[in-house]
C-alpha cells in the first residue's frame, strides 16, 4: 500500500498546483485607491507579490511644462490630498532655491506649523485605513473624528480642507488670522489627550498587537537596498529624518527628536512601523508649539512674504523634503523662461510600494493588510 | 368512515389536540392564536359562500377539523416567520444604533429613530437584479443558498422563545440545533467551490474551518449544561434555573460558549469567512441581489439563535429566579437575548479582526481544555450534590 503511493507523492511534488496567483485590485476594499496588488499564495502563505500601480497617471510632471511656475502651487496641491501642504511646500521651496533667495522668518514658521499639522492629519488618516484594513471600525471613526479638528485649522489658516494652496514662492499667501495660535494650541492639547483613547482601543488590545508583532521583519540594510524611505525606515532602525539632517525652512531652530525604533537591533517589524507614526504624532505636537511661540516672538506685521521674479535662471535645482509618508524630491530644471523645462517629482510611495515583494513574502493572506497599511498608499503622487 | 363527503375525510385529521401526527399541544400559544384566528376568518368565508350559494360543499369543507388544522399551521408559520424576521430586524437596528453610539456617530436615523432603514435595506436587495455569473456552476450555486439560508431558518425555528411559543418541543432540543448548525460548513464549503472565484474558494474553506473548530467547545459546554439539567429539552434547562443561573457557576463557561458563538455566527472579530480587506465578500462574493439579501438574513438568524442559547443555557431563559414566572415570558426571553447580542456588538466594536491560525489556536487550545475545565467543574458539582 504505502509503495503504491510513492508515485503519487512524487508527482505531488512536480505538480505546481497548489499555487495560485490572486488579484487584489484594482477595486479591492484594501486598495485605497486604483492600484493592484497580485499575490501568490500557497495556502494561507504568500510566497510573491507583485504590485502595479499606473492607473491614475495624469500626466502630471507634462503638465506643468506648460504652467508658469506660480500656476503650478494648485496643481502641487493634487499631488496628495493628505499631504498637500508639504508638497506645496516642497515645490515652493524648490523654486525659492532656484531663485536664490531667502524667505522671511515668519512665513518659515508657519510653514513648518502647516507642515507638521498636515503630517499629523495625514497620519491620522493613515490610522484610520489601518483601522478599516485590521476589522475595527471603530479605529477608523475616532481616527477621521480627530482629523476633523485638524481640517479645521487648515480651514482656520488658509481657507480650504484638504487642497490648500497655502505657500507661495517667497512665503505663504497670508499671515496667520487672528486666535489662530489660539486654536492651534487648543487643537494640539485636546489632541494629545484624544490620542490616548484611541492608544487605549488599539495599542493595548493584544489582539491588534498579536496582528502587527512577528510579521513583516525589514532589516535596516534592506531599507536602505530598496529605498524605503520614512517612518517604515525609521521603524526598521535607521536614524534619519530630512527635517533634523538636512534641514530647511528653520527646522534646524526648532528643539526636537526624531522618533526613532530598533536602534541597536536594525530590525523592524510591522508593529515598529506603526508605532512609529503614533510617536511623530506626538513629536510633530510638540513642534507645532514651539513654532507656535516662535510666530508670536516674530510679532504681528513682520512679513511674511517677499516679491520673487517670475522667470528663474537656467540650471537645475534639486529640493528635498520629509513628507509624511517619506522623503519627496522635486528636481527642477529651469532654462530661463517663466515655465520650467522639467519638473521631476520623486514620490516616497512609489518608492515605498515597490518593497511590497520583500514586505510580503512568507506572511499570511491575513496579514498582507496590516503590512501594506504601514505603506500607507496614496495613489495621487505615486502615479502623477 | 360511514359517510363519504369529500376526499378529505380519507385523511383524518380528528382532534388536533389529541392528534399523534400534530406536535402542537393546547399550551403552544401560537398555535392557538392561529387555530382561533382561522376559526374566525374561515368561518366568516364559509358563511359569505354558503349565503350566495346556499348548501355548497365549499363552505362546509372550509370549517371542518382537517381544515382547520391545515390553515392553522399554515397561519402559524406566517406568525413564527414575521416575529423571526421582525427580531432579526430589530438585532440588525440595535445592532448600528449601538455600534455608530460606539464610534460616536448616530447610526442610521431614517425613520422610527433609523428602524426603517432596515426595512429599505431589506427591500433594497429584493429590488436588485438577479444576476448569476457567467461560469459558476449554476445548480451548486443557487441551491447552496436555499439551503444555507434554509438551515438557518430551522435552526431559527427550534429556539422557543418561552414555554408556550415554540414550533416544536424536542427533547433534544439542543442537540438539534448543533445538528442543523454543523450541517452548515459543507454547504458554505461547496458554494465557495462553485462559485468559481478565488476569494469564495478562500472564504469558504475559512469558513467551513472556523465553524467546525468552534462546534467542539460548544458542544463540550452544551454537554455540561444537560449534565447539570440531566436534560437535553430546553424547558427542563430553563426549569433548572429557577433558582440560580448557570452563569454564576458556569461563568468560564459562559465566556466561552460567548466567544464560541460569535464565531460560530461568523461576527467580527471572528469574520475571517468574509474578512473584507482581504476576501472582499469572502464566499458571498458572487451573489448578488436578493441572494445576498437572503444569506444576511440567515447569517443575523444565526447570530440571534446564538445569542437565545446563551440566554437560554446561562441565563436562565424566560424565567426571573427571584420573581418567579412574569406575565410576559416572550420578552423577558428577548430582552436577555438581545442583552447577549449587546455584548456582541460591543466586542464588535472593540476588537481588531483576528488571524485565521490565531482564531484556530484559540479554539483549539484555549478554549477546548477550558470547555474541558468547565465539564469537570460541573461533574464535581453534581458528584457533590449541589445539582
Not at chain 2, 378529505?8 to 398555535?31: A, C, K, Q, R, V
Not at chain 2, 426603517?116 to 438577479?130: H, I, P, R, S, W
Amino acid at each position: 500500500m504505502a509503495d503504491s503511493l510513492v508515485p503519487v507523492l512524487e508527482a505531488q511534488e512536480k505538480m505546481d498546483t497548489d499555487k495560485m496567483w490572486v488579484i487584489w485590485g484594482p477595486q479591492h476594499p484594501f486598495s485605497h485607491g486604483l492600484w493592484t496588488l497580485k499575490l501568490k499564495i500557497d495556502g494561507e502563505f504568500c510566497v510573491d507579490a507583485d504590485p502595479i500601480v499606473g492607473y491614475l497617471h495624469r500626466g502630471w510632471e507634462k503638465e506643468t511644462e506648460n504652467r508658469d511656475y506660480a500656476r503650478i502651487i494648485p496643481m502641487t496641491d493634487r499631488l496628495c490630498y493628505c499631504a498637500s501642504m508639504t508638497y506645496s511646500h516642497l515645490y515652493c521651496m524648490t523654486v525659492e532655491k532656484a531663485l536664490g533667495i531667502d524667505i522671511p522668518e515668519k512665513a518659515k514658521y508657519i510653514r513648518i506649523v502647516a507642515d507638521e499639522v498636515c503630517r499629523i492629519q495625514s497620519h491620522l488618516m493613515w490610522l484610520a485605513a489601518v483601522g478599516t484594513d485590521m476589522g475595527n471600525l471603530t479605529v477608523f471613526l475616532w481616527a477621521m473624528r480627530e482629523r476633523e479638528y485638524f481640517l479645521d485649522l487648515n480651514v482656520k489658516l488658509c481657507g480650504a480642507r484638504m487642497t490648500t494652496n497655502y505657500p507661495r514662492i517667497g512665503g505663504v499667501r497670508n499671515d496667520t488670522t487672528p486666535l489662530f495660535d489660539r486654536d492651534i494650541l487648543r487643537t494640539v492639547d485636546r489632541f494629545e489627550k484624544a490620542m490616548w483613547d484611541i492608544i487605549y482601543l488599539i495599542d493595548d488590545s493584544s489582539v491588534f498587537v498579536s496582528r502587527m508583532r512577528k510579521i513583516s521583519y525589514l532589516t535596516r540594510e534592506q531599507c536602505a537596498n530598496m529605498g524605503l524611505t520614512g517612518p517604515a525606515m525609521r521603524g526598521c532602525g535607521v536614524d534619519f529624518d530630512i527635517r533634523r539632517d538636512d534641514p530647511y525652512d528653520n527646522y534646524d531652530k526648532v528643539d526636537f527628536e526624531v522618533p526613532v525604533l530598533n536602534k541597536d537591533t536594525k530590525v523592524g517589524d510591522t508593529y515598529d512601523r506603526y508605532m512609529i507614526r503614533i510617536e511623530e504624532m506626538f513629536q510633530s505636537c510638540d513642534i507645532i508649539r514651539q513654532a507656535v511661540k516662535k510666530i508670536e516672538a516674530i510679532g504681528k506685521n513682520a512679513p511674511y512674504r517677499i516679491k520673487t521674479p517670475t522667470k528663474v535662471p537656467a540650471g537645475t535645482t534639486f529640493g528635498r523634503l520629509e513628507d509624511p509618508r517619506g522623503e519627496s524630491i522635486m528636481y527642477l530644471a529651469s532654462d530661463g523662461t517663466d515655465k520650467p523645462y522639467r519638473l521631476k517629482v520623486r514620490s516616497p510611495i512609489f518608492t515605498n510600494v515597490s518593497c511590497s515583494k520583500v514586505m510580503c513574502e512568507g506572511v499570511r493572506i491575513a496579514d498582507v493588510p496590516a503590512v501594506l497599511a504601514q505603506i500607507d498608499m496614496c495613489l495621487g503622487e505615486t502615479d502623477r | 368512515m360511514a359517510e363519504y363527503t369529500s376526499i378529505l375525510d380519507w385523511i383524518n385529521f380528528g382532534d388536533p389536540y389529541e392528534n399523534p401526527f400534530t406536535p402542537f399541544l393546547s399550551d403552544n400559544l401560537p398555535y392557538d392564536i392561529c387555530y382561533g384566528l382561522w376559526e374566525i376568518i374561515g368561518g366568516t368565508i364559509a358563511w359569505l359562500i354558503n349565503l350566495l350559494f346556499p348548501g355548497n360543499p365549499v363552505s362546509e369543507w372550509l370549517v371542518c377539523d382537517q381544515v382547520l388544522v391545515v390553515f392553522a399551521l399554515v397561519l402559524f408559520m406566517l406568525v413564527i416567520f414575521i416575529v423571526a424576521f421582525v427580531v432579526v430586524l430589530l438585532n440588525l437596528w440595535m445592532e448600528r444604533k449601538v455600534l455608530g453610539r460606539l464610534m460616536d456617530r448616530r447610526g442610521t436615523m431614517i425613520g422610527m429613530k433609523g428602524f426603517l432603514q432596515c426595512v429599505a435595506d431589506g427591500l433594497k436587495t429584493f429590488m436588485k437584479e438577479n444576476t448569476i455569473p457567467a461560469k459558476v456552476d449554476k445548480m451548486t450555486y443557487i441551491w447552496c443558498v436555499s439551503l444555507i439560508v434554509g438551515l438557518s431558518c430551522f435552526v431559527a425555528c427550534m429556539v422557543p422563545l418561552s414555554d408556550r411559543w415554540y414550533v416544536v418541543n424536542y427533547d433534544t432540543g439542543l442537540l438539534i440545533i448543533m445538528a442543523f448548525y454543523a450541517l452548515a460548513p459543507f454547504f458554505i464549503l461547496v458554494s465557495g467551490w462553485a462559485q468559481n472565484n478565488k476569494y469564495s474558494l478562500i472564504g469558504g474553506i475559512r469558513a467551513a474551518e472556523l465553524m467546525i473548530s468552534y462546534e467542539v467547545p460548544m458542544l463540550i459546554i452544551i454537554a455540561t449544561i444537560s449534565l447539570l439539567a440531566g436534560s437535553f429539552n430546553i424547558n427542563d434547562i430553563v426549569a433548572m434555573q429557577d433558582t440560580i443561573w448557570n452563569v454564576i457557576p458556569m461563568a468560564l463557561g459562559f465566556i466561552v460558549f460567548f466567544f464560541c458563538a460569535i464565531a460560530e455566527c461568523e461576527r467580527p472579530p471572528f469574520d475571517i469567512a468574509e474578512a473584507e480587506t482581504e476576501l472582499v465578500e469572502g464566499w458571498q462574493t458572487e451573489y448578488a441581489g436578493m441572494k445576498w439579501g437572503l444569506i444576511m438574513l440567515g447569517d443575523y438568524l444565526r447570530g440571534s439563535v446564538s445569542c437565545g442559547m446563551v440566554a437560554i443555557m446561562f441565563l436562565g431563559g424566560w424565567t426571573i429566579p427571584v420573581f418567579g414566572g412574569t406575565g410576559l415570558p416572550e420578552i423577558v426571553f428577548l430582552i436577555k437575548a438581545w442583552f447577549v447580542f449587546f455584548l456582541m456588538i460591543l466586542v464588535r466594536g472593540a476588537i481588531a479582526r483576528v488571524r485565521p491560525d490565531q482564531i484556530l489556536n484559540l479554539g483549539w487550545k484555549v478554549f477546548m481544555p477550558l470547555a474541558v475545565f468547565n465539564l469537570a467543574i460541573a461533574v464535581f458539582l453534581k458528584v457533590g450534590g449541589f445539582y
